[in-house]
Nanobody, 127 residues
Framework: QSQFVESGGDLVQSGGSLRLSCAAPGFTLDDHAIGWFHQAPGKEREGVSCINNRDGSTYYADSVKGRFTISRGNTKDTVYLHLNSLKPEDTGVYYC????????????????????WGQGTLVTVSS
């Protein structure tokens, strides 16, 4: 069973906003690089954002730059993904996971190298 719990997904209209939360009870997220991943219907899981634990640097997929923001909570056990200006193509299930050194976005690794996935949270953007 995965240690990650994602929440905050919902049905929103195009142009709307959401805040997704990633938690891992009993696990200190602050000690790890945490990535957010998007899986659109019928497509492979892809990285959308990541926050490094070493220097706080952040990474974004080109498709979400300027619209999504990743941040850590004040309690060291939550990572958020703020989704703004949502588009229908943002529809899908969003997952969080540890991604050492944010390899998926910083070094173009496939998200398939990660193994510990939670249930995800569904975001549906209507046009």
């Amino acid at each position: 069973q995965s240690q990650f719990v994602e929440s905050g997904g919902d049905l929103v209209q195009s142009g709307g906003s959401l805040r997704l939360s990633c938690a891992a009870p009993g696990f200190t997220l602050d000690d790890h690089a945490i990535g957010w991943f998007h899986q659109a219907p019928g497509k492979e899981r892809e990285g959308v954002s990541c926050i490094n634990n070493r220097d706080g640097s952040t990474y974004y997929a080109d498709s979400v730059k300027g619209r999504f923001t990743i941040s850590r909570g004040n309690t060291k056990d939550t990572v958020y993904l703020h989704l703004n200006s949502l588009k229908p193509e943002d529809t899908g299930v969003y997952y969080c996971a540890t991604d050492p050194f944010c390899r998926v976005l910083s070094s173009h690794w496939s998200a398939g190298y990660l193994e510990d996935w939670g249930q995800g949270t569904l975001v549906t953007v209507s046009s």
